[in-house]
């Protein structure tokens, strides 16, 4: 059976986004959407994650919102059941490559090495999560990952700032890049909407000038 695929959406840049409150929620993903960024990343590191999915997926139907830091079969049911339109996780157990397999939504597992891709990849997962990026290898490991596996692509987490994305996503195996300094904790408590909407735009400006390089 094939797996699901992920929804669509436009933006190359998945704010990794955590949050102590589902009122921060909605208008979070107005500021990313207002700054062209339509995909989110909301992580269930804390007891507000599931809400806050919940919320957007009923007020933003044009965000294309997932879950994160899901680390069990459990965590990807309940991510599904709250409205996530697909799930990462930073590894991959034999139990959630099996629950991605069925569990009826997008799945990207996470991989560090080329025996985690092996098993990723011989469970039918041909998007992948490269956690952490920068300590897995980062550009690096990625252009030598290329070699014995042409039909992978990866969404690098980890490490990767604005400084830097660019680079990863001009290589031909990266799909999509990770990254929470969109969404400083500070930022986020503050309420600053504004400033929040700026460093969405940034990113997605950035992401325009690294694709005409």
């Keep these: 059976m094939p797996l699901p695929p992920l929804p669509s959406f436009q933006s190359k840049v998945l704010p990794v986004i955590v949050l102590q409150s589902a009122e921060e929620a909605v208008p979070?993903?107005?500021?990313?959407?207002?700054?062209?960024?339509?995909?989110?990343?909301?992580?269930l590191r804390s007891k507000a994650g599931l809400p806050a999915i919940e919320a957007i997926a009923k007020a933003l139907p044009e965000v294309a919102v997932g879950a994160g830091t899901v680390l069990s079969a459990a965590d990807l049911r309940a991510a599904r059941d709250a409205g996530a339109q697909f799930a990462l996780s930073p590894g991959a157990t034999p139990d959630l490559l099996q629950a991605g397999q069925t569990t009826g939504i997008p799945f990207v597992p996470g991989v560090m090495t080329p025996s985690e891709v092996l098993s990723a990849l011989s469970a039918g997962f041909e998007l992948l999560k490269l956690f952490p990026a920068a300590q897995a290898g980062g550009l690096g490991m990625l252009r030598a990952l290329a070699g014995p596996f042409p039909q992978l692509r990866f969404c690098p987490t980890g490490g990767i700032t604005l400084e830097n994305?660019?680079?990863f996503l001009a290589l031909p195996n990266v799909s999509i890049v990770g990254g929470s300094w969109l969404t400083p904790a500070s930022m986020v408590q503050s309420k600053d909407w504004a400033g929040l909407q700026r460093l969405a735009q940034q990113a997605t400006d950035e992401t325009k000038r690294a694709q005409t390089l």
């Design 28 to 43: 979070l993903a107005n500021a990313m959407l207002e700054g062209g960024i339509d995909v989110l990343e909301i992580t």
């Design 165 to 167: 994305f660019g680079a």
